[in-house]
DNA sequence: TTGTAATTTAAGTTGACACTTACGAAAGAA
DNA sequence: TTCTTTCGTAAGTGTCAACTTAAATTACAA
C-alpha cells in the first residue's frame, strides 16, 4: 500500500491520474502533454499499471488508459484507517472530560 | 502536497508516524524500535517536519515527537478535492441516465 | 511482403535519497 | 570546569528510480 502511495506521490505520474481521471486516453496523447520522451511516459504507465491505479484497453495498435476508481479509493481508505484510532482517543478523551464535569 | 505524500510513504518513516500517532515520544525511543542508527531516524525525523507532519517539543536535552493532525489530514483532503471531480461526473451521468428514463 | 504507426522493452546514465560513521551542540550533573 | 546524556549535523557511500536513445513488438494497410 505505501508502494501505492508512492507511486502517486511523482508528479508525473499524479499528473497523468488527472489525464485520465474523467476520460480515456490513448497513450500517444498522454505523452503529448509532457515534455519528456514517450518511453519515459509508458514506463510511467506501467508503474501506475503495476500498483492498480490505472487501466489499460488495447485497441488495435493503441493503449487507451483510464483511472481505476478501487485503486484509488483503496488509498484513501488505508489513510482514514491509519487515522481512525487517532479520533477514537480524541472521543475517549471528550467522553472522559464530560463524565468529570459531571 | 505531493511532495508531503512522498514523505509519508517511505515505509520508515511511516511507522514513526504510527508510534508517534496517539502518544508523543522522545528521539530516542523511537529510534529504539528500529534496527538502523539514531542519525537515520533523525534525518527521518526531519523530512517529517519539514513537511508538517510532525510537531517537535524540546524539554532539557531531549526531543519529543508527536503526529501534526493538519498536516495529515491536508493530505487526506487533498485526495478528496482530486477525486470530487470524478464524483461529480458520476453524478452528472447517473442524473442523466435518470432523464432518460423519463 | 514491405511498410508504417503506436507503443513497449532494453540498456545505459545520472541524480536523489536512505543509509553509514564520525563529529558537534546543548543541557544538566558532578 | 568537565563529564555524560541526548540528539542533530556533516560527509561519504550505495542503491534505486527517473530519465535518455536505440531496438523490438504488435497490428494493420499497401
Redesign the pocket.
Known amino acids: 500500500m505505501l508502494q501505492k502511495i508512492?507511486a502517486i506521490s511523482?508528479p508525473?505520474r499524479f499528473a497523468i491520474l488527472e489525464l485520465v481521471r474523467d476520460r480515456e486516453l490513448?497513450?500517444?496523447?498522454i505523452?503529448g502533454h509532457f515534455?519528456?520522451?514517450?518511453?519515459?511516459?509508458?514506463?510511467?504507465?506501467?508503474?501506475l499499471k503495476e500498483n492498480e491505479l490505472i487501466r489499460?484497453r488495447?485497441e488495435?495498435?493503441?493503449?487507451?488508459y483510464r483511472i481505476r476508481s478501487e485503486g484509488f479509493r483503496d488509498i484513501q481508505k488505508f489513510l482514514e484507517s491509519f487515522w481512525a484510532p487517532r479520533l477514537d482517543k480524541l472521543k475517549e478523551l471528550t467522553e472522559q472530560a464530560e463524565r468529570e464535569k459531571k
Chains 1, 2 share one sequence.
Open positions: 508512492q511523482d508525473t490513448p497513450a500517444g496523447e505523452a515534455s519528456m520522451s514517450r518511453p519515459a511516459i509508458s514506463q510511467h504507465l506501467r508503474v489499460e488495447r488495435g495498435t493503441r493503449r487507451f
